[in-house]
T-cell receptor, first 116, second 114 residues
């Protein structure tokens, strides 16, 4: 089974802090994603990456950046945390290649971030 | 651009009753369709997927979904709901061509009464 591991289940940070959310997958997937989940808004894509060092903005990239130095690891960075970034953050990965468009996403268990 | 609508924010059913969760999509060609389930405090887990072929697809945990092109729908069904099915359910659509980024619906919260 694919395993996507997010380093923290719960985080509490102060306004203005730099925050790192880490995600690791163990199935050699090319694609990795960061979503934000808020009640009533569903999942919103922040950033995704289709290869090492490659990244593309999703629907709500403002206030976030990402890093993918190794294939298995995809980090989400909040440069200066604000209270409106309090949310559940979900990391996901998927395969590419011949089955490029057919691979479902595999999700981690999420990180609930509270910014005070 | 593709889009997904889940018209019901909450659905309440009694344990043992049948279930149907609605999903409508908007996309110009045949889409790839998915249903995911999210139990409290967990990430999303794939229930089932439709790519082509038989329009009735079977998934895990006794769920099934039917693709109806004429109605642009992909409704999720279960004949008899168990209390452990209480969760958030998300429908998603993926497009052909270009990078694969699925679009998710806003989710339907299932409440199961004993």
């Amino acid at each position: 089974d694919v395993k996507v591991t997010q380093s923290s289940r719960y985080l509490v940070k102060r306004t203005g802090e730099k925050v790192f959310l880490e995600c690791v997958q163990d199935m050699d997937h090319e694609n990795m994603f960061w979503y934000r989940q808020d009640p009533g808004l569903g999942l919103r894509l922040i950033y995704f990456s289709y290869d090492v060092k490659m990244k593309e903005k999703g629907d709500i990239p403002e206030g976030y950046s990402v890093s993918r130095e190794k294939k298995e690891r995809f980090s989400l960075i909040l440069e200066s945390a604000s209270t409106n970034q309090t949310s559940m953050y979900l990391c996901a990965s998927s395969a590419t290649g011949d089955r490029y468009l057919r691979s479902p996403l595999h999700f981690g268990n999420g990180t609930r971030l509270t910014v005070t | 651009a593709q889009s997904v609508t889940q018209p019901d924010i909450h659905i309440t059913v009694s344990e043992g009753a049948s279930l149907e969760l609605r999903c409508n999509y908007s996309y110009g060609a045949t889409p790839y369709l998915f249903w995911y389930v999210q139990s409290p405090g967990q990430g999303l887990q794939l229930l089932l997927k439709y790519f082509s072929g038989d329009t009735l697809v079977q998934g895990i945990k006794g769920f099934e979904a039917e693709f109806k092109r004429s109605q642009s729908s992909f409704n999720l069904r279960k004949p008899s709901v168990h209390w452990s099915d209480a969760a958030e359910y998300f429908c998603a659509v993926g497009a052909k061509g270009g990078s694969y980024i699925p679009t998710f619906g806003r989710g339907t919260s299932l409440i199961v009464h004993p």
